[in-house]
């Protein structure tokens, strides 16, 4: 099926409608971490991807106000992962790919045009498996690799299981959850012979690679890993020429006023990885993808759009978060939808080749895969 080179990946209207507010309560809690909203209180909570016994957490963080260079960002408040995603989340969207393909053997659940919109591309068989698991794939090492489209395809398959709004932050989003309010170089303060309390980077990593995730403190609003261990991707490019504006003439919304790319690559990734110093792991670090680079050992052509391959890589990965307050499906599809005409031509071609796969997800899903699973 041949892809347009702009998809609208977007959700249906019914994808949204949740059963219960999950993460929010009427009453005030008597202990542990809160945030309040006009809506109620916003607690921390974890629940499991449908279909899986997988547990994944997430923490309320609170709005507030931020600058980021010449810009100054309102944020709303938002829940964001206690961990990175991990290869466990990771493997479960990856297996898609087999469960597309058999769905489109045997004629169930086709994607058409008028579906479109409620489908994602799964990301292909690891050419090279070994390379990017040379450092280990232990379920809860965060899974790296990924490129950011293949990111925001893994959050819009969880928002169709859960019908919960799940996507990457924004770069203002992160920095805010990332210092908690701390005005200093990390969360918890400017020396950087702390930064081992919080954080596996160069000077402290036993062996090459990430780590498992949480094994060091957070910070004040339960955040483990936001410096080092894996870069996180955000939403943002990394070209000034498509910037939303400056404090001058307007506070801007870190949910929506973001940098818009530009190019297929130049995106940014926050926080630093396990193969950085420790003035690389600020609050304010940053990688900028390049897919010369971060491609080079790819033998396809096109290069993936789903995976990288070369350093530093293997210390790319990222986090979700999920809005307070739910939006509509079409603007919930600037988070989701393929945003330059070479990745569309990528995926458009690895779909002609029948080398990708292409699925609906919603919250049949799960039950559509245990069925397809007890028919063999």
């Given at each position: ?122 990301p292909t068989p690891l050419y090279e ?72 980077y160069a000077a402290n990593v036993p062996d ?169």
């Amino acid at each position: 099926m041949k892809l347009p080179a702009l998809v609208a990946c977007v959700l249906s209207a019914t994808a949204f409608a949740g059963d219960s507010p999950l993460g929010l309560t009427a009453d005030k809690p008597a202990e542990g971490r809160f945030v309040e909203t006009d809506r109620g209180f916003m607690v921390p909570y974890q629940t499991t991807i449908p279909g899986t016994g997988i547990e994944f957490h997430m923490e309320p963080i609170p709005g507030g106000e931020i600058n980021l260079g010449v810009r100054r960002y309102r944020i709303d408040p938002f829940w964001m992962g206690r961990y990175e995603i991990t290869w466990r989340e990771y493997k479960e969207f990856m297996g898609l790919y087999e469960t597309f393909k058999r769905f489109q053997l045997t004629g169930q659940r086709t994607v058409t045009e008028e579906n479109q919109i409620d489908a994602i591309t799964a990301p292909t068989p690891l050419y090279e498996p070994t390379h990017t698991f040379e450092y280990g794939e232990e379920p809860r090492q965060p899974a790296v690799t990924v490129t950011q489209y293949s990111a925001k395809q893994y959050t819009k398959w969880l928002a169709g299981i859960t019908g919960l709004q799940h996507r990457l932050p924004s770069e203002a989003e992160w920095e805010h959850a990332c210092r908690a309010r701390a005005a200093t170089a990390y969360h918890f303060g400017s020396d950087p012979r702390q930064l081992g309390k919080y954080a596996w980077y160069a000077a402290n990593v036993p062996d090459k690679g990430t780590e498992l995730v949480g094994q060091k403190l957070p910070n004040a609003w339960g955040l483990h890993d936001m410096h080092g261990n894996a870069a996180e991707w955000v939403l943002d490019g990394a070209d000034s020429d498509n910037d939303p504006g400056t404090p001058s003439n307007r506070l801007l919304n870190a949910a929506t006023d973001w940098v818009r790319p530009t190019a297929p690559d130049r995106r940014k990734v926050c926080g630093g990885s396990w193969e950085l110093s420790a003035e690389q792991c600020t609050c304010t670090s940053r990688l900028i993808s390049n897919d010369t680079e971060w491609k080079e050992r790819d033998p396809n052509l096109p290069l993936s759009p789903w995976w990288l391959t070369s350093d530093p890589a293997r210390g790319v990965g990222f986090r979700i978060i999920r809005p307070h307050r739910e939006i509509s499906r079409d603007d919930m599809e600037d988070y989701w939808k393929i945003d330059h005409e070479c990745i569309g031509y990528d995926v458009g071609d690895r779909m002609d080749e029948g080398r990708g796969a292409f699925g609906l997800v919603d919250r049949d899903l799960p039950e559509a895969i245990r069925a397809l699973n007890a028919s063999r």
